[in-house]
């Protein structure tokens, strides 16, 4: 089973100013088709998750530019600009290369 | 517009059984994979159990054996049917089609 280990766990941020998060995989996510099936997700207080990137890099329909995502093999990041009240939730690593796994999560709110 | 819409949780005893439904519009369940996500209260994200396009099914150690994943292509529905429920199953179970569309979730609560 891959393990996906998200850091930080919490991360207070300055609005206006830039977060950044990473997660690392037990084991390379380069799937046998040459793609990286590596994506983070949005939880906000109350909802359901919303896919943010995909694909280490790709956002998703709808998602702001100041959401970036980098990475390869097993390590990733997921990088915020300019954090905006709106951001404030909790942020998930999930592969899918090998069936599905989530990191624990990274809890992002505002000083 | 994509959209899977959950159904079917409650209350339901230890050792019950209780059948979920995913109803999804503005795609083909067959023409993607699907996957049952849960979330217990306070706690991350869980992955359950995946059906791949071919129909191959696949599910998490912690349900293996008792709950089962399937797709009715004439409703372009998914269900996830469990069984011998435990307290620990308690959680948000959410439909999700590839890794982009989510649904809000229906809430499983096992309580004697």
């Known amino acids: 089973d891959i393990v996906l280990t998200q850091t930080p766990l919490s991360s207070p941020v300055t609005l206006g100013q830039p977060a950044s998060i990473s997660c690392r995989s037990s084991?390379?996510?380069?799937?046998?088709?040459?793609?990286?099936?590596l994506s983070w997700l949005q939880q906000r207080p109350g909802q359901p998750p919303r896919l943010l990137i995909y694909?280490?890099?790709s956002r998703f329909s709808g998602v702001p530019d100041r959401f970036s995502g980098s990475g390869a093999g097993t390590d990733f990041t997921l990088k915020i600009s300019r954090v905006e009240s709106e951001d404030v939730g909790v942020y998930y690593c999930?592969?899918?290369?090998?069936?599905?796994?989530f990191g624990g999560g990274t809890k992002l709110e505002i000083k | 517009e994509v959209q899977v819409v959950e159904s079917g949780g409650g209350l339901i005893q230890p050792g019950g059984s209780l059948r979920l439904s995913c109803a999804a519009s503005?795609?083909?369940?067959?023409?993607?994979?699907m996957s049952w996500v849960r979330q217990a209260p306070g706690k991350g994200l869980e992955w359950v159990s995946i059906?791949?396009?071919?129909?191959?099914?696949f599910y998490s150690d912690a349900v293996k054996g008792r709950f089962t994943i399937s797709r009715d292509n004439s409703k372009n529905t998914l269900f996830l049917q469990m069984n011998r429920l435990r307290t620990d199953d308690t959680a948000m179970y959410y439909c999700?089609?590839?890794?982009?569309?989510w649904g809000q979730g229906t809430l499983v609560t096992v309580s004697s």
């Open positions: 999930m592969q899918a290369t090998h069936l599905l796994s």
């Open positions: 084991q390379s996510l380069v799937h046998s088709d040459g793609n990286t099936y």
């Open positions: 999700a089609r590839d890794t982009k569309d």
């Open positions: 503005g795609f083909a369940v067959n023409t993607n994979f």
């Open positions: 059906i791949f396009i071919g129909g191959s099914t």
């Open positions: 694909k280490i890099s």
